[in-house]
């Protein structure tokens, strides 16, 4: 239980009406959650607005409401706090509510559109395995040292990030590992959050069904450099063109990384396979499970984060040889009659384009010898960005000796509409030589049964999910577990 008066310290106030003392029991902004003696917090969502729920909430026993727009009826026994942006609040509010968990241990946030959980999620490893006590926050799944908590979206909102934080501390945690979404740097839901760190993979096209414009999906993730303190690293890939572009105004000591030029951490491959990657980081050799450039620009970054944070290079590189590849990213299955599959979650047409590349090099370059036909299986989401379906298509067929197009999750979407929207982008030639097999089951079934000794399947587009979300409901379907069937039955 707190005082009214202490939540609104760091709080921008136009005006409270009904001011009086009042002992808060609790914080939400979902007034089917709020309990007696409650502040409820109205924030305006993509599908709702919370001033719309003001009333059900002081029926829940809400005592204090924050606002944007005052009700037009009040209730005399309710104090209500006008303030500019609910949302924005809400993330300072629940910090003081936690008492500033994120200033009590070192957070590090990584933003971008591929690579955020691979770095997210290697860090927590790599600082894990020199010692440290380490939680994560990750699209795949939230971690308080080796304890699992589900995750339902890339980054929590404001209220659960402040808990989960605070649980960290009282766990011990010394570090913490977040990937930032778009979604959340525009939403505030990191609003309150105290970052010793910030990283930058990379920007292509995602996200426009939110954004609308990519100038807007860019603008968002520079906020998010933007507010960084003096006090933090900001590390941005020199490799993308956007790179320098998320530094421009932030306050925070700048570094860089490439494997292309000139960089404060710069790293080359020497040798890549479908087993690993002989690196050079720093003038210094180091051998990798991961494979392809995308992830030795992952690793670079994991590397120039961890010696940032005061790591030595050595020891940096020494635990980063022992780093396992995160689930659903470049997993490699050997099918008994020799043929590879690679599980990845490729859902956007450069990181399909960055998979298909790999698995190219290592099938063309690396040996100078075909090593045999790719065949990709792919799909685009439901109720998402439809202008990049057709760019899937392309990138798959240009790329792949032969192409499936099946369901990735339709949602509420027609499974047959998004694949339609696929095939345009394809030309009549490419249309009929590409499969479309609408089941996903059956269409990894039919890749096997086609890849013959020395082929590769791809299945890109669900990497660690184990669901498939079809007209609105969640039904299980893991990508690696139906190629372990179907091997079995080869």
Partial sequence: MKQLIDLLKTTSVIQIVNEKAVNITGISFDSRKTEQGHLFVATRGTLTDGHDYISAAIEKGAKAIICETLPSEQNKDICYIQVTDSSEELGKIASLWYENPSEKIILVGVTGTNGKTTIASLLYQMFRKLGYKAGLISTVCNYIEDKEFPATHTTPDALSLQFLISEMISAGCEYVFMEV????????????????????????????????????????????????????????????????????NTKARKYNYSTQSLANFKGKIIENSFEGMLLEMNNKEVSVEFIGKF???????????????????????????????????????????????????????????????????????????????????????????????????????????????????PRNEKPEDILNDMLAGLTDKQKKETLVIENRYQAIKTACLLAKKGDVILVAGKGHENYQEIAGVKHHFDDKEVLTEIFSQL
């Fill in 181 to 248: 979404s778009s979604h959340s740097i525009d939403q505030k839901r990191i609003a309150g959050l105290n970052f010793n760190g910030g990283i930058f993979t990379n920007l292509t096209r995602d996200h426009i069904d939110y954004h609308k414009t990519f100038e807007a999906y860019l603008k968002a993730k520079k906020t998010f450099f933007d507010n960084l303190p003096e006090t933090a690293f900001a590390l941005t890939n020199l490799d993308d063109k956007n790179g320098l572009v998320m530094l421009q």
């Fill in 295 to 409: 992830n030795a620009s992952n690793l670079l970054a994991v590397f120039g984060a961890t010696v940032l944070l005061g790591i030595s290079e050595e020891e940096a590189l020494v635990a980063l040889s022992t780093l396992k590849p995160v689930s659903g990213r470049f997993e490699t299955l050997q099918s008994p009659t020799g043929f590879t599959a690679i599980v990845d979650y490729a859902h956007t047409p450069d990181a399909l384009n960055n998979v298909i590349e790999t698995i190219n090099f290592i099938r063309f370059e690396n040996t100078n010898t075909e090593s045999g036909n790719l065949i990709t299986v792919t799909g685009c989401g439901g109720n998402r960005d439809k202008g990049k379906r057709p760019m899937m298509a392309r990138e798959a067929v240009n790329g792949s000796n032969k192409t499936i197009l099946t369901s990735d999750n």
